[in-house]
């Protein structure tokens, strides 16, 4: 087999691998969506991402912060992804993006700009 052949191959694993990987999150992030429990959304955020910014998997949560739609989630489950990823937020691209999103979610629910302010102070 050709070296061309063999690198073509490896791209298109890499691709595959990173499109499962995208689909595991999104699967992850349905699921945290549609926890009852509260507490229960939470520890599964904190568990998740905790465990890939340990490993600096920050692509990943960069991935799952872009693809994480705050308006979907209650508010204190919202204000966890952006309190976990807040210490690793310089090597986020991502970070900023969620929180303005999230900032956005809590106006469309008709919080006073002081809650809003509150709710993400310190996590901007």
Do not use: C
């Not at 087999?1 to 073509?8: I, Y």
């Not at 595991?24 to 549609?34: D, F, Q």
């Not at 969620?98 to 629910?109: F, G, K, T």
């Amino acid at each position: 087999m050709s070296r061309a052949g063999t690198k073509a191959r490896r791209r298109a694993a890499t691709r595959a691998a990173a499109r499962a990987a995208e689909d595991a999150a999104y699967a992850k992030l349905l699921e945290i969506r549609r926890t009852v429990q509260i507490d229960d959304s939470i520890d599964a955020v904190y568990d998740w991402l905790d465990e890939l910014l340990l490993a600096e998997k920050f692509a990943e949560v960069d991935a799952i912060l872009k693809r994480a739609e705050p308006v979907s989630f209650k508010d204190i489950t919202m204000l966890a992804f952006a309190t976990i990823t807040l210490s690793a937020r310089d090597r986020l691209s991502e970070h900023a993006g969620y929180v303005a999103r999230a900032r956005a979610a809590l106006v469309s629910r008709g919080r006073t700009p002081e809650d809003i302010n509150d709710m993400l102070e310190g996590l901007e």
